[in-house]
């Protein structure tokens, strides 16, 4: 049994180490579901006689006002053997034997926390106690309560010690301990009225009485010990500590435990409860009960532990790695994230998801549709025909076939296509950033460094728009050179058309009559047709080549080649990453820390069984 309290020590020392003190905020806390057993009471309760009594040496700062500012964890060790010695959390490697130096270390220690002022701080003090006279117990001794401020100390102080003593103790893993002098009213009792605050059935309150040897004459303290003045779940017990007197004396405290055995076996009024008083018994009482109270809330602890691992490793893994320090880690650590994100983006063209069909869309709708809402009938009207033709012939009229006019009038239509073939290298090149800024939002860990972000998406952009200009240069060149150079199989069976439609012995006026002119308007209309067709095909095949295929081989070539001569501050600019978002990870580390070394402890002492 004794190894579920020493557990808890170990826990309660690794949540101090690691910054978890069971304060409010945005971390889990394991401090708040360990049993731990709070001193509570007032400023001239005698709460640190009671302290020392049980640990049997005299070890706390004494004085005038408010002593005690800040939390002190007191874990006391059984050990074997006739050494007794203490250490704190602050000074590992450090043994005190002098105990009047553990005190003067306590009130340094607290002053360095909160300077020379009356002020309090809510960070504990942790002090471990070996020796053969003490029981293992672990008890937290808390700023006596007060009703008024001294010099030196704000208005607040009031409050503020009643509301840290009470965020203790409203937690139901807490034990109280509740001192109060037999010697003043119990209804007016610190103690008593914020333990009943936060525990009105007094189901984990212990009284203690202490000053029991300083009422007054005819008066006893029975009443309250048999729990008849105010009951509490857990008998009363009742303590003799050291007078002021024998604490100048330095009456030592094997003498006092003494003398205090003999005060309630040899009174009257307190013999026949003479084996549960006194601060000996007390120590075993509140020992046994930390320990049944902690193995019912070891399971629970467990469950917790478990649960509270994987929502921290869960968020870490949200949060990104922290950043390396030297330039190569930097580097590698961008050249990583832009990897993640040129393989998703990939996966977007490639169809893993979405967005990549709208490419497609573009070739099977968008482009054909534009095509055919290209006004040929306007180049190929009878007026623009005659007008190409009759130029075309210049001085010398055709003699067979108007050859020229021909080809003009092919030009004047194919020219037209350049709109529709630059509209759909645009769409593409519009889909292809709108990629771009999917993938940006879908890589996590881009949105841990906005400017490396921002830097991405530009270098990405950029490419894009050296891919488009490409690719408009290309897919103009088919255009190009279906203008520049005509299917000469098409016209083969021009001339026997032509002789259908007239003698060339006829008038040179006479050959250009409506007929004549829109078999040649028809016979273009197939040309540019059959052209059309062509290009339907080679346009796309030209677009996913120099702009899709290009952006899934390069997207980033030239970011790389560029990152590699960057030194180590334009690198560190990269990774800005937010301070807030640093400083939580730490945190978030330190407590997985935690977690994870409680979960090793608890497991050690289940096996150990």
């Not at 006279?133 to 672990?138: A, G, M, R, S």
């Not at 998801?353 to 040929?376: C, S």
Request: net charge neutral.
């Amino acid at each position: 049994m004794d190894n579920l309290i020493t557990l808890v020590n170990k826990l309660q020392r690794a949540c101090t180490a690691l910054g978890d003190h069971g304060e409010e905020s945005a971390l889990p806390t394991l401090w708040d579901s360990l049993p731990a057993i709070a001193v509570v009471g007032g400023q001239s309760s005698g709460k640190s006689s009671v302290l020392e009594s049980v640990v049997g040496k005299d070890f706390l700062p004494r004085g005038s006002g408010i002593v005690t500012r800040r939390p002190l964890v007191l874990q006391l060790h059984r050990i074997d053997g006739d050494r007794e010695y203490a250490e704190f959390m602050h000074l590992p490697r450090k043994r005190f034997t002098d105990f009047a130096a553990v005190r003067k270390e306590i009130a340094d220690e607290t002053d360095r926390e909160t300077g020379r002022s009356k002020q309090i701080s809510t960070v504990p003090i942790h002090l471990s106690i070996f020796s053969p006279h003490v029981v293992n117990l672990t008890l937290i001794d808390l700023p006596g309560l007060t009703k008024v401020a001294v010099d030196g100390q704000p208005e607040s102080i009031v409050h503020d010690i009643e509301n840290m003593v009470r965020s203790y103790i409203e937690k139901p893993n807490c034990i109280i301990l509740a001192v109060s002098p037999a010697n003043q009213d119990l209804a007016t009792s610190d103690a008593i009225k914020i333990s009943r605050e936060v525990d009105p059935k007094g189901e984990r309150t212990f009284g203690v009485l202490t000053k029991i040897d300083l009422m007054d004459k005819g008066t006893d303290a029975v009443d309250i010990l048999e729990g008849r003045s105010y009951r509490l779940q857990t008998p009363w017990v009742g303590v003799v500590n050291r007078s002021q007197q024998d604490i100048n004396k330095n009456v030592d405290m094997i003498a006092a435990r003494r003398r205090e055995r003999e005060y309630f076996a040899s009174t009257p009024e307190y013999k026949h409860m003479a084996s549960r008083m006194g601060s000996e018994y007390l120590g075993k009482m509140l020992s046994k009960h930390l320990e049944q109270v902690i193995k019912s809330r070891i399971p629970g602890i467990q469950s917790l532990i478990t649960k509270t691992i994987a929502e921290l490793e869960t968020e870490l893994n949200r949060l990104g790695k922290p950043i390396a320090n030297d330039a190569g880690g930097k580097l590698y650590t961008i050249m990583e994230i832009c990897r993640m994100f040129d393989g998703i983006y990939k996966e977007h063209l490639d169809g893993v998801r979405p967005g990549g069909e709208k490419v497609y869309h573009v070739f099977d709708n968008q482009f054909p549709v534009a095509i055919k809402r290209l006004q040929f009938d306007k180049q190929l009207s009878m007026e623009n025909v005659r007008k190409l033709i009759t130029e075309a012939d210049g001085y010398q009229p055709h003699l067979i076939a108007p050859e020229q006019g021909y080809r003009r009038l092919i030009e004047s239509c194919l020219i037209s296509i350049r709109g529709p073939a630059e509209a759909a290298v645009d769409a593409v090149h519009a889909i292809l950033k709108d990629l771009v800024r999917k993938a940006i939002n879908e890589t996590h860990e881009l949105k841990q460094f906005p400017t490396l972000r921002v830097e991405v998406g530009n270098a990405a952009f950029e490419s894009l728009d050296r891919m488009r200009d490409e690719s408009k240069k290309n897919t103009l060149k088919l255009v190009d050179m279906e203008c520049s150079y005509l299917t000469v199989d098409f016209f083969r069976k021009l001339p026997q058309d032509v002789e259908k439609g007239g003698n060339p012995s006829h008038s040179i006026f006479d050959r250009y009559n409506d007929s004549y002119l829109r078999r040649i308007g028809q016979t273009v209309l197939s040309y540019v047709n059959m052209v059309c067709s062509t290009l339907r095909n080679s346009i796309p095949k030209s677009i996913v080549y120099c702009q899709v295929r290009e952006a899934k081989r390069s997207l980033l070539d030239h970011f790389f080649t560029e990152l590699g001569a960057r030194e180590m501050k334009q690198l560190s600019k990269l990774l800005d990453e937010d301070p807030a978002v640093m400083e939580r990870r730490t945190n978030l580390a330190k407590r997985l820390e935690l977690y994870r070394s409680a979960q090793s402890e608890i497991d050690a002492v289940a096996w150990s069984k």
